[in-house]
Structures are given as structure tokens and as C-alpha cells.
């Protein structure tokens, strides 16, 4: 198996129980969601197949759907994430090249350059989230001030996350 394939496989695992046993059981005033999961569609090459790229955006978030009987709020939100995600990329990392098979973490886009990326994919999310969830727009100010705290924190829990994983180059 390709290493690569088995690193993102490895890692849909983690962050997917991560997701379920950890964060999903969290009381956090109702307010704040930690979405951890989208760190996998985060960290997927920069190269991959658009198509594969949506397809494993969708198969995410139906996986978090399954455990939280949310029939596809995580899947629509994940997969729109998954679609912005080229667009954001080139919008702050125009000039910046990937070679095959290498992701946007932290080591390539250094510390600022990741939390920018991250963040806006990110709110992205969750806005779509939150708005699915909410299915109006009549407490749209309620609804942006949670995705506003939800993004922050899952954020925070992400760079936590990926300063403890990562390693260095020399």
C-alpha cells in the first residue's frame, strides 16, 4: 500500500474516533461544536483529484452523520468545504508549489500561512453546518455568532492537534 494512501487512511481513522468518542460527547454550552474531522480533508495532498477530493469531503462527513443521526448536515458542509478547498489554496498560495503527493500542513505553509487556510475552510464549514442545521435565516446573527465561536475553537484544537503531530525538517 502507498504510503500516502495509508498516512490518510490512518489519520481518517483517528480523527473520525477522535470526532465521535471525544468531541461529540463534550458539553460546551450548546454553542461550540469542535469539528476536528475536517482536519482530514485539511491535510490531503495538494495534488489529489478534484473529484476524489469531493467524493472523500462527502464520504467525511456522511461518516460523522452516521454516528450523530444527522442525515447529511456533516456531508453537505464537508463536501462544500472539500470544493472550496483548490480555490482557497490559490487565493493565498498562488506562488507557492506542491510537489506530488504533498500536503498543505504546517511545515509547507508555515504557521500563519496554515492558520489562513485553515480558518477560512474552516468557517466555511461551519457556517454550512449550522445553516443546514438551523434551516433559516431568521436567527442568521445566532447562527453566525456560534459559527464564529465554533470555528475559533475547533481552530485552537486543530493547531493543537497539528503542532503535536508534526516534525520538522532540518
Known sequence: MNH???INFLRFILLTLLQVL???????????????YVLFIL?????IN??????????????IDIFLNTPGLHAGATVLMAFARPGVLRLFFRNLEFSTGEAPGLVKLGISGFIRYALVLIFIQHLALFLLESFSFQHFGQTLYRTFLSSLLTLLIILIVVLSTTTRKK
Open 22 to 36: 471525544v468531541f461529540n460527547n463534550m458539553d460546551l454550552g450548546g454553542y461550540l461544536t469542535p469539528a476536528v
Open 50 to 63: 478534484k473529484s476524489l477530493l469531493l467524493l472523500l469531503g462527502f464520504f467525511t462527513g456522511l461518516t
Open 43 to 47: 491535510l490531503l495532498p495538494e495534488t
Open 4 to 6: 500516502t494512501l495509508f
